[in-house]
């Protein structure tokens, strides 16, 4: 638990440096999925960040001020009856010493401990938005205390967005969480290796999918991070393409975008590669293009440089691959400034990772001047995680050469930027076209 108290020890100082205050942080309700049956639980993620705590019907209320830093966890009570059915509960004293909160109290004391809590507070920091009716309990609170105005107690007299805080913490990663990455990470390169072996005309995206989700399930996680793609054929000109229902044919690319979550962290991993186990001689000119815009992406992939640079130097390799093929015409220059590549490739290079697999944080430096796309994007430092996946996606069109219609490419890995460059956590899956063709012919 010991990274967890030091977050919350960090978050402290944060709240300080501000003049103090109390925080307020909700884990994620439960979701009926019908009737009474539950969409499986996932807890927050600022939340747990700062707790470790996985449990429904969680609040985290951290009171701070100068003399120092109070954490309370409010949480669901033993209760014997509701155990039978639904599964074990810490409940408040065990949780205290399992989790090392100074308090823990039962949940249903959440309104009434509060108004005492916020009592003559400079200031709430709660995450606002969030859903639950969180926002009208946050007001609600606040107007319990102004009530008691007469007695000379004071409400808090501002409210503070916590999360862009824990933003802050949470997009530089600590050795605790790389080590829980590279381990999601295997677990998902194992499942890409499996679903290649596994595929072969005539069977379903669905089949495969089962193949990955069977691979993680073994390999200790859960669930995925997110909603896998399985994608053959023109699905994978569909960027978030989800129904996974058609049936593989020869000739057709598979894309497969699918990473596991272990213990809070998500992985995301893209690989494509031909069905039948050879590319064809259109299939390999693009995927080579994009393979080479990728190794382009992680070269410009260190610390000092911007997070736009992996994403500028793919597009250089993207836009010069399709002006060689003939898909757009004039100079790189030209192409790169009228935007014309954008009908092929009209995404990022990445994204943060982490927690969630968009994870949070800022991409524009929030130390520099400026404002909205004139802000200068964000310095990578050493331990911030991002993906690097470009693609290109050629649909069918009456001005697209036959041989190129219906292709999607896209390769994606995982990479944490460190001292001298970048360490990728997803090497272990075969990206060469050789390889590959290799591997699937074994």
């Not at 747990?48 to 985290?60: I, K, N, R, S």
């Not at 249903?108 to 003559?120: H, I, P, Q, R, V």
């Not at 927690?355 to 990578?380: F, Q, S």
Request: aromatic share 8%; net charge negative; proline share 4%.
């Amino acid at each position: 638990m010991q990274p967890y108290h030091d977050r919350r020890l960090r978050l402290a100082q944060l709240i300080r440096d501000r003049g103090g205050g109390v925080a307020v942080i909700p884990t994620a309700p439960e979701v009926i999925r019908n009737r009474d049956a539950h969409y499986p639980y996932r807890w927050d993620s600022y939340f747990y960040y700062l707790t470790g705590f996985t449990e429904p019907e969680a609040v985290l209320v951290m009171s701070v001020d100068s003399s120092g830093t109070e954490s309370v966890l409010f949480c669901r009570d033993k209760n014997e009856e509701r155990e039978i059915w639904d599964g074990y509960r810490f409940g408040p004293q065990l949780a205290r010493e399992r989790f090392g909160f100074d308090r823990a109290l039962c949940i249903d004391k959440l309104d009434s401990e509060l108004s005492g809590l916020l009592a003559d507070q400079p200031a709430v920091f709660t995450a606002i938005g969030t859903g639950d009716d969180h926002d009208a309990k946050v007001a609600r609170w606040l107007n319990a205390v102004r009530a008691q105005a007469r007695s000379g107690i004071s409400a808090p007299g501002q409210v503070f967005e916590v999360r862009s805080l824990i933003d802050e913490m949470r997009i530089i990663k600590d050795q605790h969480e790389i080590a829980i990455m590279r381990r999601a990470a295997r677990i998902s390169a194992a499942a890409h290796v499996r679903a290649m072996r596994a595929s072969r005309p005539g069977r379903f995206e669905f089949e495969i999918e089962a193949e990955l989700e069977h691979e993680f399930r073994m390999g200790g996680s859960k669930a995925p991070a997110y909603g896998s793609i399985v994608a053959s054929g023109r699905h994978a000109c569909v960027l978030h393409y989800r129904a996974n229902d058609a049936q593989l044919a020869d000739g057709d690319l598979l894309l497969i975008d699918a990473g596991c979550e272990l213990d809070g962290y998500a992985s995301d991993i893209t690989r494509t590669f031909p069905v039948s186990g050879r590319f064809t001689g259109a299939q390999r000119t693009l995927y080579d293009i994009v393979l080479e815009a990728q190794r382009a992406a992680i070269a410009a992939t260190r610390p000092g440089l911007r997070f736009i640079d992996p994403h500028d130097a793919a597009v250089k390799v993207l836009v010069q691959g399709l002006i060689d093929c003939g898909l757009i015409s004039g100079t790189l220059d030209s192409a790169i400034e009228s935007g014309a590549y954008r009908r092929f490739y009209m995404h990022r290079t990445g994204h943060w990772l982490g927690m969630d697999v968009h994870d949070c944080g800022d991409y524009r430096e929030p130390g520099e001047a400026g404002t909205g796309t004139n802000k200068p994007w964000r310095i990578l430092r050493p331990g911030m995680v991002l993906t690097e996946e470009p693609g290109l996606y050629v649909r069918a069109a009456d001005d697209i050469p036959r041989h190129f219609h219906d292709i999607g490419i896209r390769i994606e890995d995982d990479a944490v930027v460190t001292e001298t460059g970048c360490e990728i956590f997803t090497a272990d899956v075969p990206k060469a076209a050789d390889e590959i063709e290799a591997l699937m012919r074994g």
